[in-house]
């Protein structure tokens, strides 16, 4: 009789454990994050752009977000980007309660490292981007530089500053010096763009590369070009911008396939704007619900126009589903091509 009661208590514990999975895999995106706190992790230090325009972005996006949970802000800064980025994918919750921003960089650096065991950004799933740095970027030109056109690259030395050996105001000009024949002396190392300017007005540098969007603001380079004393020279990217139609683009001057598949791998990830991700192991239909949740949050006109101003910028969204194109973009580029952007990225 024991046995028997002992068997009837134990297939009905099993009944009702069922029923309560059932019960929780049913719950709609809504009901789960309802009560919940969701952590936005920034893979760079308080007080850095990406900071700022998280802690800005969060406000819209937790009003768009379903179930309505709290939302509160951490600082993940190390690697450029990849601590945050690699913690994401290892050993975060898997909920959905966790969203990092990332660095664009992420998308293509573990591929040229070696380092995907680290961070694989096929291995999360991308939910949207604010794009606040227009796409494509310049090299500006200061007064004193010798080079004061796109053809004197290739002709004049032009030293130009940058922030660190991989990042992207590095990697694509050390890229022009290596396939195009420019000839930029390159020095890594400025903290940011004040301190590229200041040197650029000390003379220590002749420019740097920056995107657009900086142009149209004092602080950004736009006051010294009103007053002539710094302009754009080249575009980088495969088109003229349409403000500055008499600037040729970067890829007026690729002759060869080669060429022009390296350019492209480099080009590629500064589209991505300011990337966020979730674990891979999220359920499909909250990946979709935060999906939307960014949707959502970009026609939100009152917070869009409150973002514009404080980017400077006009500030668009990048899907989850095309960041995820992207990155299956950069990850079918050939052996050759990876070779030679590992020789332009790699310290030896």
């Known amino acids: 009789m024991k046995a028997i009661n002992y068997t009837l208590a134990l297939g009905l514990a099993v009944g009702v454990t ?202 950004g380079g736009g006051d010294w070009v009103k007053a002539g004393r710094a302009k754009p020279i080249i575009v980088i990217g495969t088109e003229r911008h349409p403000e500055w139609p008499d600037v040729p683009a970067l890829g007026e001057f690729v002759k060869d396939d080669e060429q022009r598949s390296v350019m492209n791998f480099f080009l590629a990830p500064l589209r991505a704007g300011r990337p966020f991700a979730v674990p891979g192991e999220v359920p499909e239909d909250r990946v979709a619900a935060i999906r939307q949740a960014f949707v959502d949050a970009f026609a939100d006109s009152e917070a869009l126009t409150l973002l514009n101003a404080s980017l400077e910028a006009n500030t668009t969204l990048i899907t989850g589903e095309e960041l995820e194109a992207l990155v299956a973009q950069i990850y079918s580029v050939s052996d050759e091509t990876l070779q030679g952007a590992r020789d332009i990225l790699i310290e030896k």
């Open 18 to 219: 069922l029923a309560n999975a059932g019960t929780v895999s049913a719950q709609t995106p809504e009901e789960f994050y309802t009560g919940k706190t969701v952590t936005i992790v920034v893979s760079a230090a308080a007080g850095t752009a990406s900071d700022s325009v998280a802690r800005m972005f969060v406000d819209t996006l937790a009003k768009h977000f379903p179930g309505k949970p709290d939302m509160v802000v951490v600082n993940r800064p190390g690697a450029g980007g990849l601590t945050a980025a690699s913690e994401l994918m290892v050993s975060s919750d898997k909920d959905g309660t966790v969203i990092a921003l990332l660095q664009r960089n992420n998308l293509y650096i573990p591929l040229v490292t070696g380092k995907e065991q680290q961070f694989d950004p096929r291995n999360v799933r991308w939910v949207g981007s604010i794009n606040g740095e227009e796409y494509p970027n310049n090299i500006l030109s200061f007064e004193s530089s010798p080079a004061q056109s796109a053809a004197e690259i290739f002709e004049k030395p032009m030293v130009i500053g940058s922030t660190s050996f991989t990042h992207e105001n590095r990697a694509i000009p050390a890229m022009m010096n290596k396939y195009l024949g420019a000839q930029f002396k390159i020095v890594p190392g400025y903290g940011g763009r004040g301190e590229v300017y200041l040197a650029m007005e000390r003379g220590e540098v002749d420019g740097w590369m920056q995107g657009f969007n900086t142009l149209r603001t004092a602080a």
